[in-house]
């Protein structure tokens, strides 16, 4: 790796672990170059804005799930179908494994004027997991499990839907509902997503797991307590 490289690394990872800590509104470029010892110039060398820096990260982290997805293909035995469900599983943006980033994107991406965000991770994601997917539906084409005519478009429907599933879950979690009624409202639209995509391939009802109920519950879980908290500390530190 290059110096450079090294060095807009460093820089990435210090601005994320500030807008977990203070939030992106409240985290400033000179808070980003105090904590990494950083000039002016030496930081607009790499990024031109702070949204600049969000958006590398937001990135960054879209290409990560493609790689990830790619070593769950590799290793799992079986069927197309459990090496879809795998891809699926380790793509996914909404991880119970990293609320702290599943809370930024929450804060930025997801509000309205976030559209420009969502959609540059998605097509990040689009990009390098079109043609992985297209091999796993022409395995599962050739040895009976799916039956589709055109794999390539079939492959970039399944992660459109994927991604439009991603969506409407963090929606939810973004809006002021209780854990009940996210868990409510997940279970509902999780199971109308898997069923699209198994008519779409023609696959077993029930064989598509897309996401598992139980881990969305508890990054819902997490986010909302976790906004709860905030709001108490936040009237505590106002009295």
Do not use: W
Request: glycine share 8%.
């Amino acid at each position: 790796m290059k110096k450079g490289d090294a060095r807009r690394g460093e820089l990435l990872a210090a601005a994320e672990r500030l807008f977990y800590t203070k939030g992106y509104e409240g985290t400033s470029v000179q808070d980003i170059l105090d904590e990494m010892h950083f000039s002016k110039g030496g930081f607009y060398h790499y990024f031109d804005s702070k949204l600049a820096v969000l958006e590398a990260i937001c990135e960054q982290r879209a290409q990560e799930c493609c790689e990830q997805a790619r070593a769950a293909i590799l290793q799992a035995q079986g069927s197309a179908v459990d090496k879809l469900n795998a891809a699926f599983h380790a793509s996914a943006l909404l991880s119970n494994g990293n609320p702290g980033f599943v809370a930024l994107l929450l804060q930025v991406a997801y509000r309205e004027d976030g559209a420009l965000m969502r959609e540059k991770m998605k097509t990040c994601q689009l990009t390098c997991m079109q043609q992985m997917i297209e091999e796993v539906l022409a395995e599962g084409v050739a040895g009976g499990e799916f039956f589709v005519e055109d794999v390539p478009t079939s492959a970039g429907l399944l992660l459109r839907l994927h991604m439009q599933f991603t969506d409407e879950m963090a929606f939810l979690l973004a809006r002021e509902d209780g854990e009940e009624r996210f868990t409510e409202a997940m279970v509902k639209k999780l199971n109308a997503y898997r069923t699209a995509i198994e008519r779409v391939l023609v696959a077993p009802f029930g064989s598509i797991v897309l996401f598992e109920a139980k881990e969305l519950q508890l990054l819902g879980q997490s986010i909302l307590r976790g906004r709860v908290r905030q709001r108490a500390d936040a009237m505590l530190g106002n009295g």
